[in-house]
């Protein structure tokens, strides 16, 4: 059997997976987004924290879905990043979401969702996504994703909106300060993966209302402009990927029951699914 090498890349971690047979050697190295980064930093990562976990071995295939990726110079860029690498003779670089919509889907028809540090959607009718709605990242939209969630809390903080006792539990929480916080966002690399570090306030603290409002105003956002945009939504299941959807799965189920909507897998990440896809 060929070395088949999985790749699930989110901006804040990327896990893989190398398939030897029956056996599985997984390793997580950093995020990878080629908007953040160029080929050099990605093979850089690719060469100090993945190959030393893979002992070294070469894969015969290698699966890649990573955020970014679906953008025509973004798919060259990290494709680039692991032929510098790799010397293998099929690579394969796809959107995060057709790597979700596999994984959650299988060759099914549904709404496949990630909702991770980012967030996005589409119709997949079995074979292939054939709508998407837009994703256009944490300025302009990532409704309901960590990012999206952690920007929230920060605005809550900084406008000082949070009644005295989750002020207190957030300062305790973080230490931190306004400028600090300011010089992340505005200054600083890689402020998405820095935003949604704050969404594990919500996690911490459910159970007070304006928590509770928070994610729900969140997840409402991503189910108004994404989810409510495909008809399909009405007549097939609705999946679920991510680490923001897993954790908060239960005020999934409840919108899913709120809006006659009918709530289909939810996965922490989509490998087992890609493995499961790509060993058939």
């Known amino acids: 059997m060929p070395l088949i090498l999985i790749a699930d890349s989110g901006s804040t971690k990327t896990e893989w997976c190398l398939l030897d047979g029956k056996t599985k050697i997984n390793v997580v190295t950093q995020g990878i987004s080629p908007y ?7 093979t850089t990562i690719i060469r100090e924290e993945l190959l030393p976990g893979l002992k070294n071995k070469q894969p015969d295939e290698l699966f890649y879905y990573g ?31 057709a790597g979700a919509a596999k994984a959650l889907c299988g060759d099914q ?3 496949a969702c990630i909702l991770g540090t980012g967030s ?6 079995g074979k292939k996504i054939v709508k998407n709605s837009p994703g256009l990242g944490y300025v302009l939209g990532d409704e309901g994703s960590g990012t999206y969630l952690g920007k929230k809390v920060l605005q809550y903080y900084l406008y000082n909106t949070f009644d005295p006792d989750l002020m207190d539990r957030f300062k305790a929480a973080y230490q931190t300060s306004p400028n600090e916080i300011l010089d992340a966002v505005y200054k600083q690399p890689l402020p998405n993966r820095y935003l949604a570090g704050f969404a594990g306030f919500l996690a911490e603290n459910r159970g007070h209302f304006m928590v509770e409002n928070i994610i729900e105003d969140g997840f409402n956002d991503f189910f108004y402009h994404h989810i409510y945009k495909y008809r399909e939504s009405w007549t097939h299941p609705i ?12 005020v999934l189920k409840e919108m899913c029951l709120s809006y006659e909507l009918q ?3 939810v996965l922490k990440n989509p490998m087992e ?8």
């Open 67 to 97: 955020t970014g990726c679906s953008n025509p110079a973004n798919v060259a860029l990290v494709k680039k990043a692991i032929k510098a690498v790799f010397k293998t003779g099929k690579v394969v670089v796809d959107h995060d979401l």
């Open 36 to 42: 953040f980064q160029n080929t050099t930093q990605i």
């Open 109 to 111: 028809k549904g709404i």
């Open 263 to 265: 709530l289909g897998k």
């Open 239 to 250: 999946h679920f990927a991510g680490s923001i959807a897993w954790g908060f799965k239960d």
């Open 120 to 125: 996005n959607s589409c119709y997949y009718n």
């Open 273 to 280: 699914g890609l493995i499961s896809y790509h060993t058939k």
